[in-house]
């Protein structure tokens, strides 16, 4: 098959766009956390992306694939653990909005102060 080949390649690549974004998701996050929580929300983060997303996401899929749908709809199970990360981060901005909204508030506040 001749499209294996390119497998690692663009692997590789899709690694490189990616990487930039957990530096970011742990900037913004130590820009909106308060200073005696720093430390433990970015490891919150990394937690899960690391363990959660990397460790969860592959395993879900598997047992979906295997268990759910069978090996041959590979592709279903993968489709359907990605709308359901998405769905869970759309429900839990929409959940913790209102909160991260009134800290910003508070902190645009005491920075006018």
């Known amino acids: 098959d001749e499209g294996r080949g390119h497998f690692l390649p ?3 690549g899709l690694l490189f766009c990616v990487a930039p974004l957990n530096a970011m998701n742990n900037t913004a996050m130590q820009m909106i956390a ?3 929580l720093r ?3 970015a490891a919150l983060l ?3 992306i690391s363990v959660i997303g990397f460790s969860g996401g592959p395993v879900l899929v ?3 694939s295997e268990k759910v749908f069978g ?3 590979l592709g279903e199970a993968l489709r359907l653990v990605n ?3 998405m769905a869970v981060t759309c429900g839990l901005l929409i959940l913790l909005r209102p909160r991260l909204a009134a800290f910003m508030a508070s902190r645009d506040r005491s920075d006018a102060q």
Request: glycine share 4%; no cysteine; charged share 10%.
């Open 83 to 85: 709308v359901l990360a």
């Open 34 to 36: 308060p200073p005696a």
């Open 71 to 73: 090996e041959a709809q």
């Open 62 to 64: 598997g047992f979906l």
């Open 39 to 41: 430390s433990r929300l």
């Open 46 to 48: 990394i937690l899960v």
């Open 10 to 12: 663009l692997l590789a």
